[in-house]
């Protein structure tokens, strides 16, 4: 299946802790975007790579630390965990940077708790 | 400050029945203006994209509309379906890095 998958599915972990999310896209986009999405239901840009290069970094607390190895994955690695951190995660991919008809297609989400 | 406000906030409507969703933003700059769909646990899809130049745009039984003028847009589902239940969230792309802006969306509930 051509898609963004995103691992895991659901993350529950105490505050303090560090744990990573990991994003992979098979449809051979450039550009690669990390969203959260609160309680209230927002969804609002925390990072966007393309071709491995940081873009857009939305003022989020360096304790979250993106890192693309290759254009095809995105991971997010969150240290320290804090209460407020809990939310679902959703990772997305675009064919390229911009553009008027530049389709994002989002990953099924990570749900994390913090404990 | 750029905002994307959405109404009603949520919706319930019967099987069969139209129903039109709401969107009003202050997006600067505007490059253009996309309605995506979310399921329940699952990531958004889109359903159309509208540059500044198109006010309406057609996908199966959607029809967005977009005021550029009154940065107003609308979405209407026809013949609703049980499986149209879900979130739909209208989303402004703002400026050249494909920085999209969403709005809280509007939660439908279809009930045969």
């Known amino acids: 299946d051509t898609a963004v998958s995103q691992t895991p599915k659901y993350l529950v972990t105490q505050m303090g802790n560090d744990k990573s999310i990991k994003c992979e896209q098979n449809?051979?986009?450039?550009?690669m975007y990390w969203y959260k999405q609160d309680s209230k239901k927002f969804l609002k840009i925390m990072f966007s790579?393309?071709?491995?290069?940081?873009?857009i970094n939305e003022t989020v607390p360096n304790r979250f630390s993106p890192k693309s190895p290759d254009k095809a994955h995105l991971n997010l690695h969150i240290n320290s965990l804090e209460l407020g951190d809990s939310a679902v995660y959703f990772c997305?991919?675009?064919?390229?940077?911009?553009?008027?008809?530049?389709?994002?297609?989002f990953g099924p989400g990570t749900r994390l708790t913090v404990l | 400050k750029n905002q994307v406000e959405q109404s009603p906030q949520s919706l319930i409507i019967l099987e069969g029945k139209n129903c039109t969703l709401q969107?009003?933003?202050?997006?600067?700059?505007?490059?253009?203006l996309r309605w995506y769909k979310q399921d329940t646990g699952r990531g958004p899809v889109s359903l159309t994209i509208?540059?500044?130049?198109?006010n309406t745009k057609s996908n199966g039984r959607y029809t967005a509309t977009l005021d550029a003028d009154t940065k107003q847009s609308s979405l209407h589902i026809t013949a609703s379906q049980l499986s149209d239940s879900a979130s739909y969230i209208c989303?402004?792309?703002?400026?050249?890095?494909?920085?999209?802006?969403f709005g809280a969306g509007t939660r439908l509930a279809v009930h045969p």
């Open positions: 997305a991919s675009s064919p390229r940077l911009a553009g008027e008809y530049n389709e994002q297609f």
């Open positions: 449809l051979g986009h450039d550009t």
């Open positions: 790579y393309n071709n491995k290069e940081l873009i």
């Open positions: 969107c009003n933003y202050t997006v600067s700059p505007f490059s253009n």
């Open positions: 509208m540059t500044f130049s198109e």
């Open positions: 989303v402004v792309l703002s400026g050249g890095y494909n920085k999209l802006i």
